[in-house]
């Protein structure tokens, strides 16, 4: 079994050094609990909401930053994996990123590739490399965050790249159908899944905690109400690996992973027009 802890909290907005001092803290906290890895929320080291590309470049941080060395220095002396979001400058652009980090010191990095017209996202520029998953000692586990786990096809990608665990760091400021996206994302890729949510009010923005996590049969396993704390849940990843289920043997059997038929899926993943202004970051 694999001991995963989700973080629920309020970052302070463009305050990196105090958000990462406190995430460093629940990052001990979470070890001396018996957790393997420990996961916070979208942009947890600087807050979310800012109100320009100018002002999300002031209050971002950088993969080398001092922010970021501090974390890792947590989890070595912890001994556990953390994957901490965060928005992140790197020249004159803004990403919205999450970092999987571990005794050994970083282990990478994803960036957002759907983004929206809401709080830093407006402003950030789309990653532009698939989600990524990371073999870590305990499992394979597939990092996506917010907004992408809404497109079933992120999920998808990181499953059939070997993810048996989708965390999905988020920052959700409605909750409306999320209990059950994640069910289904993970009975649809018949992995474990986990979205962890901030909480508190960011500039008129309210964040209402709810983090879930659910097993590969699209069962809940956690649900979070909407006051900071952490929650922790046993996960035996191995059970991501059995795709094929058996109701009568040889008359009920089925396969969500084996019997997709991606020969025929070609229009998924027609290419948008770039001329077109569609979406709601380009129709601003």
């Given at each position: 079994?694999?001991?995963?802890?989700?973080v629920?909290?309020?970052p302070?907005?463009?305050?990196g050094?105090a958000?990462?001092d406190r995430?460093a803290?629940?990052?001990?906290?979470?070890?001396?609990?018996?957790?393997?890895?420990?996961?916070?929320?979208?942009?947890?080291?600087t807050?979310?909401?800012?109100?320009?590309l100018?002002?999300?470049?002031?209050?971002?941080?950088?993969?080398?930053?001092?922010?970021?060395?501090?974390?890792?220095?947590a989890?070595?002396?912890?001994?556990?994996?953390?994957?901490?979001?965060?928005?992140?400058?790197?020249?004159?652009?803004?990403?919205?990123?999450a970092f999987?980090?571990?005794?050994?010191?970083?282990?990478?990095?994803y960036?957002?590739?759907?983004t929206l017209?809401?709080g830093a996202?407006?402003?950030?520029?789309?990653?532009?490399a698939?989600?990524?998953?990371?073999?870590?000692?305990?499992?394979?586990?597939?990092v996506h965050?917010c907004?992408d786990?809404?497109f079933p096809?992120?999920?998808?990608?990181?499953?059939l790249?070997?993810?048996?665990l989708?965390?999905?760091?988020?920052n959700?400021?409605?909750l409306?159908?999320?209990?059950?996206?994640?069910?289904?994302?993970?009975?649809?890729?018949?992995?474990?899944?986990?979205?962890?949510?901030?909480?508190?009010s960011?500039?008129?923005?309210?964040f209402?905690g709810?983090?879930l996590?659910?097993?590969?049969?699209g069962?809940?396993l956690?649900?979070?109400?909407?006051?900071?704390g952490?929650f922790?849940?046993e996960?035996?990843?191995?059970r991501?690996?059995?795709?094929?289920?058996?109701?009568?043997?040889?008359?009920?059997?089925l396969?969500?992973?084996?019997?997709?038929?991606?020969?025929l899926?070609?229009?998924?993943t027609?290419?948008?027009?770039?001329?077109?202004?569609?979406?709601?970051?380009?129709s601003?």
């Open positions: 079994m694999t001991t995963v802890c989700g629920q909290f309020a302070r907005l463009a305050e050094r958000n990462a995430i803290e629940e990052i001990d906290g979470a070890a001396a609990g018996g957790a393997e890895l420990v996961v916070f929320p979208e942009a947890a080291l807050g979310y909401v800012f109100r320009s100018e002002e999300a470049l002031e209050g971002a941080i950088e993969a080398d930053g001092l922010e970021i060395a501090r974390l890792s220095d989890c070595a002396a912890s001994g556990v994996h953390a994957v901490v979001g965060a928005i992140e400058r790197e020249g004159a652009d803004a990403f919205n990123s999987v980090l571990g005794p050994d010191g970083p282990v990478g990095r960036r957002k590739i759907h017209c809401l996202d407006r402003f950030t520029r789309p990653g532009d698939p989600p990524a998953v990371f073999r870590l000692p305990f499992g394979a586990v597939g965050i907004y786990g809404t096809e992120t999920a998808r990608l990181l499953r790249a070997g993810a048996q989708l965390v999905l760091p988020t959700w400021p409605r409306g159908l999320k209990r059950e996206m994640v069910r289904i994302r993970a009975y649809e890729n018949h992995a474990f899944y986990l979205a962890v949510n901030r909480v508190g960011e500039r008129g923005v309210e209402r709810g983090s996590a659910a097993d590969p049969e069962m809940l956690h649900e979070a109400g909407p006051d900071p952490r922790v849940v996960m035996d990843l191995s991501a690996d059995q795709t094929l289920e058996i109701v009568t043997p040889g008359e009920y059997e396969d969500l992973i084996d019997d997709r038929r991606p020969e899926y070609g229009g998924i027609r290419a948008n027009d770039p001329a077109a202004r569609t979406g709601s970051r380009q601003r």
